[in-house]
């Protein structure tokens, strides 16, 4: 074991024994892994700040439960943290009709390039299209969402989301495969809502 995990196992065995100093290093020391899972999967309606306090209370409560060491606490936060904001968005969950006269007008711009084949986005509908895929992304559970996000829309490995989820490569797929599936029928009611406008000469 290197120095760094050393201090952080002394630092662990302390705050195991109630020691207020020992908890609060600890709590600094994997600070930054907690929000790095947090600042991505949080509802962006929820303080980044709060759900952090929430998964720091959860390992003071299991810490006298807890048998690993620095690495083992590290992977169990960081999971800790994913489903601390899967919670979230379960709660904060809306699955609101999808109707082609409630989108904004950058949101129109962007079905409609895409509508037409564009691939060569106006600034408007780039911005729009953002807006669009938060919107049909409210229409999948949390899971799918979280998902969704880290396969798709930041091409993390599967490896790592495995270990962040804790769920099999199986699991994962077939969650995956479902979701897709849900956001191509809401995609395309909402495409049969409107005929697509043609740009104007």
Request: aromatic share 6%; hydrophobic share 45%; with cysteine.
């Amino acid at each position: 074991m290197d120095d760094a995990n050393q201090g952080l196992a002394a630092l662990l065995s302390r705050a195991r024994a109630r020691d207020a100093v020992a908890a609060e290093a600890l709590v600094s020391a994997f600070y930054g892994v907690v929000m790095a899972v947090v600042e991505r999967r949080r509802p962006r309606s929820v303080d980044a700040e709060d759900i952090a306090q929430e998964v720091f209370l959860k390992m003071f409560q299991r810490l006298d439960d807890f048998r690993g060491g620095p690495r083992e606490l590290e992977a169990w936060l960081r999971r800790t943290a994913f489903r601390t904001c899967l919670d979230h968005h379960r709660y904060h969950r809306s699955r609101p009709e999808v109707r082609w006269a409630d989108l904004s007008e950058d949101e129109r711009a962007a079905l409609n390039a895409l509508g037409r084949g564009d691939t060569d986005f106006s600034p408007a509908e780039r911005a729009g299209g953002r807006e669009l895929v938060d919107l049909l992304l409210s229409h999948l559970s949390a899971k799918e969402r979280l998902l969704i996000e880290m396969i798709n829309l930041e091409n993390r490995a599967m490896a790592e989301v495995k270990e962040l989820t804790g769920w099999s490569e199986i699991n994962i797929r077939v969650r995956v495969y479902r979701a897709r599936r849900k956001l191509r029928r809401v995609l395309t009611a909402l495409m049969e809502d409107h005929e697509f406008a043609e740009p104007e000469p």
